[in-house]
Nanobody
C-alpha cells in the first residue's frame, strides 16, 4: 500500500535549521519524482522543491533557493528537505508528494502529483 509519511517538523528560531523527511512505502523512488509543498492558511499550496526519480534534477522556488536542499536516499526510500536559515515566513505545513513520471525532471504543480502525505508543521518563531 502506497504511503508517504512526513516527519521532522517543529518549532525553531529564525536562522535555525530543520530537516524534514518523507518516508515512502509501496513504491520506489526510481519510479516517482518527489515534491515538497507548503500551504499557509488562506493561500494556495505551493511547490517548494522537487527531485527527479533519478535524483539528478532538483528544483527550488526562488524564496528558498540557497537555503533549502532536497536529497534522496534510495536504500531508505526517503526524501529529505534540509532547511537552513529559516525565516518567519517559512512557517506553515509542509507536504511531500509523489509524481509518477515517465521521463526526467519533476513537476511544480499540485495537480501533477498522484499521492500525498499528511503534512508536518514547521513553526519559525522567536
Amino acid at each position: 500500500q502506497l504511503q508517504l509519511v512526513e516527519s521532522g517538523g517543529g518549532l525553531v528560531q529564525p536562522g535555525g535549521s530543520l530537516r524534514l523527511s518523507c518516508a515512502v512505502s509501496g513504491i520506489t523512488l526510481d519510479e516517482y519524482a518527489i515534491g515538497w509543498f507548503r500551504q499557509a492558511p488562506g493561500k494556495e499550496r505551493e511547490a517548494v522543491s522537487c527531485i527527479s526519480k533519478s535524483g539528478a534534477y532538483h528544483y527550488y522556488v526562488d524564496s528558498v533557493e540557497g537555503r533549502f536542499t532536497i536529497s534522496r536516499d534510495g536504500a531508505k526510500n526517503t526524501v529529505y528537505l534540509q532547511m537552513n536559515s529559516l525565516k518567519l515566513e517559512d512557517t506553515t505545513v509542509y507536504y511531500c508528494a509523489a509524481e509518477r513520471r515517465p521521463g526526467p525532471g519533476c513537476a511544480k504543480r499540485v495537480s501533477q502529483y498522484d499521492f500525498w502525505g499528511q503534512g508536518t508543521q514547521v513553526i519559525v518563531s522567536s
